[in-house]
């Protein structure tokens, strides 16, 4: 029963719920930036370089025979991927910059003097009436 318990306080931690948040929403963002970098960056590319298909680009090694598919560098999609990452590398680098200067705001924002609690009040009026008498 310990492993158990153990492994329930692990999996509901806060650290762990977020990371796994952090991991769904990246995938997702990794859809649109998939999606940004093959149907809105590349094909001007493409078309400024002459209608290349970058995805389409490969060196064939040995021709296809029979049912054996055809053996190819597809240095397209090695490219493709690269714009990817390098999208999704930038947007990271742009939220977590973002993030910083937030933070760097809340540390130059003075604190606020801490509340005095009710105790601390009820000493203060004390020692006010105490100094008056």
């Known amino acids: 029963m310990g492993i158990l318990k153990e492994f329930k306080e692990f999996a509901v931690k806060g650290n762990v719920v977020d990371m796994a948040v952090g991991i769904i929403i990246g995938a997702a963002f990794g859809k649109i930036v998939t999606s940004l970098v093959n149907d809105l960056i590349m094909p001007p590319i493409g078309v400024i370089l002459g209608g290349v298909d970058f995805s389409d680009l490969a060196i064939t090694l040995k021709d296809a025979v029979g049912d054996a598919p ?4 597809a240095y397209g999609k090695f490219i493709q991927t690269a ?3 390098t999208i999704v590398a930038f947007a990271i680098f742009m939220l977590v910059k973002g993030i910083n200067a937030l933070k760097k705001k809340e540390e130059e924002a003075p604190a606020a003097p801490p509340k005095p609690s009710a105790e601390e009040v009820l000493l203060t009026e004390i020692r006010d009436i105490l100094k008056n008498r």
């Open 70 to 73: 055809a053996v190819v560098i």
């Open 83 to 85: 714009v990817d990452f």
